[in-house]
């Protein structure tokens, strides 16, 4: 499923990854960048502001 044009929020992208299955609801998991690899942490950033855009390649961890 395609990242609309204009990318929501990295905390509305966590809600977006539970909704299509990605992870389940309540998961612990973290965002990172490809490369170089950098942890998603400030929730407040929208994914331009964190320099994803125009494109990005982004890894889902699940935590314990």
Known sequence: H???SH???SQELRT???ARGVVRSGQRFELRTSFPARLLSD???TLDSAGLVPSATLC???LG
Request: charged share 0%.
């Open 2 to 4: 395609p990242i609309p």
């Open 43 to 45: 929730l407040g950033l």
């Open 16 to 18: 977006l990854l539970v």
């Open 7 to 9: 990318p929501p929020p």
């Open 60 to 62: 889902v961890s699940v």
